[in-house]
């Protein structure tokens, strides 16, 4: 039996409009989290049936990938209706109760916006490719080929190929940064802004407390078209297929990362204000991502959050790396407010990626809730999953199916969680869910990891609970990260209280000295180290200390 922390119901958003500042967002993948009609997919009655798992572990709020209508060429980031639910998920009335059920139990709701593009099956782009001067001619982005008939530039679709599609009616390009069937919307035209900030108004009225903004960089292209250069080897360090994906290959000046988009972001705000709600937007960018991260949530006049995506490479984070991403933020990003994640679901599992063992990975989730800014967790890491291995006849990812076997795409990280172990399919479905379950995860159920108070499931529990009793670990200050050998050592502060972090990332014993001041040993009862009094720390492997005290 799932036992539940005593939460007090969500109050108005426009009474807290700080909420957002250090939360922990857990993201549903609503495909793959509970099936509630035995099709196979998970839907929105599923979630509400789920919540009190998500409130278990002390969540402050979902975000919910895409549920709108679509015709599922992209799994819902392919959008053809903004303001409604795709039958496959239910109905506005089950996203009702998901936002009721959720406030109930002191979740707030994040909604995933996916403003860049839509479906080529959406209303607005089937008016815009009728002609050359219908009313929405200029919603999209078109240009006529160079003079040989090849499209107007050499921007890549991160799908593989040109960025470009031909569409013989109006005898032009279109671009798609995406999918072929995801045409990119026009945003230097202001009345597709207004019409997207109307969508964002429907669901505030509806309830939302905030959104996660899909390609938030993607949104703006350059107006000159002009060719990206190219990008030397030895910076191709995308999370996501950097070898086999020509798309890597170019330094993107032209294709996103515009100017304009501040502006935009600006409206944006002004539109959430009333409603007191809040932003992570995610920016795509393996080279220059924590500069945009800075530029967007600077000012406290465009988003609060930026995703950051420093830790959701392949590479094993050493703590050198740790501080070294931290540096980075602190230089380039100083106003900046980072949303950080280790999985999500267009990576490998952490706990695959990094071939974490259980305390490596008890310690990088300890870590995860120490580190200045907002923590975003997928579903079933709390469990600890591993990447699940889907045969190639079952993918369903077109990136996978493109790129395979070098690269093998998305659903290993996306295939349904797992509540229990009495049936094959971990009590997801009553059906034959539309990506097998991994029998690698069976074992690893919510259910079984309930009745063991050593299980993951309860050290993310006591992690989370951590992060709420110090305001310093949500809204604190960050010192100068400290390495010594394999131990990183830093600090968060806030009105008078301290938090200090010591965490040995190695495969070794290590030693470290314990900050100056009267600490409380604050994490023994979820396996941190005590400092007994003493001035140096005695760090096992994969072993970590926090202490706590008033300034």
Same mark, same amino acid.
């Given at each position: 039996m799932t036992i539940m922390t005593a939460r007090k119901p969500v109050v108005s958003a426009a009474q807290d409009k700080d909420w957002w500042r250090g939360a922990v967002i857990y993201q549903i993948y609503p495909r793959s989290y509970q099936d509630s009609d035995g099709d196979g997919i998970g839907d929105l009655r599923g979630i509400v049936q789920r919540l009190p798992h998500i409130a278990s572990l002390g969540a402050d709020a979902i975000w919910i990938s895409p549920f709108f209508t679509s015709p599922m060429k992209d799994f819902g980031y392919d959008v053809s209706d903004y303001c409604d639910v795709d039958p496959m998920f239910g109905t506005l009335a089950d996203f009702d109760a998901v936002v009721e059920t959720a406030h109930k139990l002191g979740i707030r709701v994040m909604i995933d916006l996916v403003? $860049?593009?839509? $479906? /080529? *099956?959406? !209303?607005?782009?089937?008016? =815009?490719?009728?002609?050359?001067?219908? !009313?929405?001619?200029?919603?999209?982005?078109? =240009? /006529?080929?160079?003079? /040989?008939?090849? !499209? !107007?530039?050499?921007?890549? =679709?991160?799908?593989?190929? $040109?960025?470009? *599609?031909? /569409?013989?009616?109006?005898? *032009?390009?279109?671009l798609h940064n995406f999918l072929t069937s995801q045409p990119d919307l026009n945003f230097h035209n202001e009345d597709v802004q207004t019409a997207l900030l109307d969508v964002v108004d429907f669901w505030l009225k509806r309830g939302v407390d905030g959104f996660r903004l899909d390609t938030i960089n993607f949104y703006f292209h350059d107006k000159l078209l002009r060719d990206n250069p190219g990008l030397p080897k030895d910076e191709r360090n995308s999370t996501i297929a950097p070898s086999v994906n020509p798309y890597n290959h170019q330094r993107h000046l032209y294709d996103k990362n515009q100017p304009e988009n501040l502006e935009f972001l600006k409206r944006f705000r002004a539109a959430l204000e009333p409603y007191g709600a809040a932003a992570v937007g995610e920016v795509g960018d393996a080279q220059i991502g924590l500069k945009i991260m800075g530029e967007y949530t600077s000012g406290g006049d465009k988003v609060q959050m930026c995703y950051a995506f420093e830790f959701l490479s392949g590479e094993q984070p050493s703590a050198a790396q740790v501080a070294h991403v931290l540096n980075r933020v602190k230089e380039e990003a100083p106003e900046g407010w980072p949303c950080w994640a280790f999985s999500n679901h267009d990576v490998v599992r952490h706990v695959t990626r990094w071939s974490l063992s259980p305390k490596a990975a008890r310690l990088f989730t300890t870590l995860l809730m120490s580190l200045r800014g907002s923590v975003c967790l997928y579903q079933g890491e709390e469990l600890g999953l591993p990447e699940a291995d889907v045969a190639f006849e079952d993918l369903q990812d077109p990136y996978g199916i493109e790129f395979w076997p070098e690269f093998k795409g998305r659903d290993g990280c996306r295939t349904p969680i797992t509540w229990e172990k009495s049936n094959a399919d971990g009590g997801f479905t009553t059906g034959k869910p539309w990506l097998p379950v991994s029998p690698d995860h069976l074992n690893l159920s919510a259910a079984s990891q309930e009745a063991d108070e050593a299980a993951m499931l309860h050290h993310y529990r006591r992690a989370i609970a951590l992060r709420h009793a110090n305001v310093a670990l949500a809204q604190g200050t960050q010192s100068d990260p400290v390495v010594s050998g394999k131990v990183l050592t830093f600090t968060r502060s806030h009105d008078g209280q301290s938090v200090a972090c010591v965490f040995n990332m190695g495969e070794a014993p290590a030693t470290a000295a314990v900050p100056a001041g009267n600490w409380q040993d604050a994490a023994t009862d979820m396996g941190g180290v005590a400092a007994q009094g003493g001035r140096e720390l005695s760090l096992e492997p994969w072993s970590f200390w926090i202490g706590v005290r008033r300034d």
């Amino acid at each position: 039996m799932t036992i539940m922390t005593a939460r007090k119901p969500v109050v108005s958003a426009a009474q807290d409009k700080d909420w957002w500042r250090g939360a922990v967002i857990y993201q549903i993948y609503p495909r793959s989290y509970q099936d509630s009609d035995g099709d196979g997919i998970g839907d929105l009655r599923g979630i509400v049936q789920r919540l009190p798992h998500i409130a278990s572990l002390g969540a402050d709020a979902i975000w919910i990938s895409p549920f709108f209508t679509s015709p599922m060429k992209d799994f819902g980031y392919d959008v053809s209706d903004y303001c409604d639910v795709d039958p496959m998920f239910g109905t506005l009335a089950d996203f009702d109760a998901v936002v009721e059920t959720a406030h109930k139990l002191g979740i707030r709701v994040m909604i995933d916006l996916v403003l $860049s593009h839509t $479906s /080529d *099956q959406h !209303p607005w782009f089937k008016e =815009s490719r009728q002609n050359r001067t219908n !009313p929405k001619a200029d919603w999209y982005v078109w =240009s /006529d080929p160079k003079g /040989d008939g090849t !499209p !107007p530039t050499n921007w890549l =679709s991160i799908f593989g190929g $040109s960025a470009w *599609q031909w /569409d013989a009616r109006r005898e *032009q390009y279109y671009l798609h940064n995406f999918l072929t069937s995801q045409p990119d919307l026009n945003f230097h035209n202001e009345d597709v802004q207004t019409a997207l900030l109307d969508v964002v108004d429907f669901w505030l009225k509806r309830g939302v407390d905030g959104f996660r903004l899909d390609t938030i960089n993607f949104y703006f292209h350059d107006k000159l078209l002009r060719d990206n250069p190219g990008l030397p080897k030895d910076e191709r360090n995308s999370t996501i297929a950097p070898s086999v994906n020509p798309y890597n290959h170019q330094r993107h000046l032209y294709d996103k990362n515009q100017p304009e988009n501040l502006e935009f972001l600006k409206r944006f705000r002004a539109a959430l204000e009333p409603y007191g709600a809040a932003a992570v937007g995610e920016v795509g960018d393996a080279q220059i991502g924590l500069k945009i991260m800075g530029e967007y949530t600077s000012g406290g006049d465009k988003v609060q959050m930026c995703y950051a995506f420093e830790f959701l490479s392949g590479e094993q984070p050493s703590a050198a790396q740790v501080a070294h991403v931290l540096n980075r933020v602190k230089e380039e990003a100083p106003e900046g407010w980072p949303c950080w994640a280790f999985s999500n679901h267009d990576v490998v599992r952490h706990v695959t990626r990094w071939s974490l063992s259980p305390k490596a990975a008890r310690l990088f989730t300890t870590l995860l809730m120490s580190l200045r800014g907002s923590v975003c967790l997928y579903q079933g890491e709390e469990l600890g999953l591993p990447e699940a291995d889907v045969a190639f006849e079952d993918l369903q990812d077109p990136y996978g199916i493109e790129f395979w076997p070098e690269f093998k795409g998305r659903d290993g990280c996306r295939t349904p969680i797992t509540w229990e172990k009495s049936n094959a399919d971990g009590g997801f479905t009553t059906g034959k869910p539309w990506l097998p379950v991994s029998p690698d995860h069976l074992n690893l159920s919510a259910a079984s990891q309930e009745a063991d108070e050593a299980a993951m499931l309860h050290h993310y529990r006591r992690a989370i609970a951590l992060r709420h009793a110090n305001v310093a670990l949500a809204q604190g200050t960050q010192s100068d990260p400290v390495v010594s050998g394999k131990v990183l050592t830093f600090t968060r502060s806030h009105d008078g209280q301290s938090v200090a972090c010591v965490f040995n990332m190695g495969e070794a014993p290590a030693t470290a000295a314990v900050p100056a001041g009267n600490w409380q040993d604050a994490a023994t009862d979820m396996g941190g180290v005590a400092a007994q009094g003493g001035r140096e720390l005695s760090l096992e492997p994969w072993s970590f200390w926090i202490g706590v005290r008033r300034d």
